[in-house]
């Protein structure tokens, strides 16, 4: 069974860094793009940006370029979104999701991670 | 990158058909067929309900259809049911070789 398994639920104060991860299993795990989205308290789907596993191409979303870093560690399947330094704004819950090289449409999802930041 | 527009909301009595709109531009849904329609429901991860414009996964009811004319992706479900309330999101590629999602329809049945 293909699916993404991410990590649990953080707590954090402002100024804090944080990586969340999301591990791939039943696929190859470098053949498939691994994509960010965030959804803040309440709101919308927005896309963060995407990696390739297999050469570590990453895209970001304008809005989250600089923001946060995308990552993968291809030995244990696992991708990684990163901050070096919260803000109360990051309070969102993130998934991850993905696609086939060559596809533009993403399954399945990860159940996602619910990020709160407060001092 | 601006969020692709959905209306706020939808709403439709059980039986009935909805359909949700999503206006773009000429940079990502009028220029790729490569919008997809995701389903939320409270507190879950999205799933996908239809990939390249039109097509349905396996699994996902007949009643779900899409389509595309210019700028603007529709997603239809007809014979409305009650586990079809939720939150619908539309996604598309766009020309800066990213993705962005629209602003999100509530769907209610009456």
């Known amino acids: 069974e293909v699916q993404l398994v991410q990590s649990g639920a953080e707590v954090k104060k402002p100024g804090e860094s944080l990586k969340i991860s999301c591990k791939g299993s039943g696929y190859s795990f470098t053949s498939y793009w691994i994509g960010w989205v965030r959804q803040m308290p309440g709101k919308g789907l927005e896309w963060m940006g995407i990696?390739?596993?297999?050469?570590?191409?990453?895209k970001y979303n304008p809005s989250f370029q600089g923001q946060v870093t995308i990552s993968v560690d291809k030995s244990i399947s696992t991708a990684y979104l990163q901050w070096s330094s919260l803000k109360a704004s990051d309070t969102a819950i993130y998934y991850c999701?993905?696609?086939?090289?060559?596809?533009?449409?993403?399954?399945?999802w990860g159940q996602g991670t619910l990020v709160t930041v407060s001092s | 990158q601006s969020a692709l527009t959905q209306p706020a909301s939808v709403s439709g009595s059980p039986g009935q058909s909805i359909t949700i709109s999503c206006t773009g531009t000429?940079?990502?849904?009028?220029?790729?067929?490569?919008v997809s329609w995701y389903q939320q429901h409270p507190g879950k991860a999205p799933k996908l309900m239809i990939y390249?414009?039109?097509n349905r996964p396996s699994g996902v009811s007949n009643r779900f259809s899409a389509s595309k004319s210019g700028n603007t992706a529709s997603l239809t479900i007809s014979g409305l049911q009650a586990e079809d309330e939720a939150d619908y999101y539309c996604?598309?590629?766009?020309?800066?070789?990213?993705?962005?999602f629209g602003t999100g329809t509530k769907v209610t049945v009456l």
């Open positions: 999701t993905m696609a086939a090289d060559g596809i533009f449409w993403f399954d399945p």
């Open positions: 390249d414009v039109s």
């Open positions: 996604n598309s590629y766009t020309s800066s070789t990213t993705y962005v």
């Open positions: 990696i390739f596993p297999g050469d570590s191409n990453t």
């Open positions: 000429s940079s990502d849904v009028g220029g790729y067929n490569y």
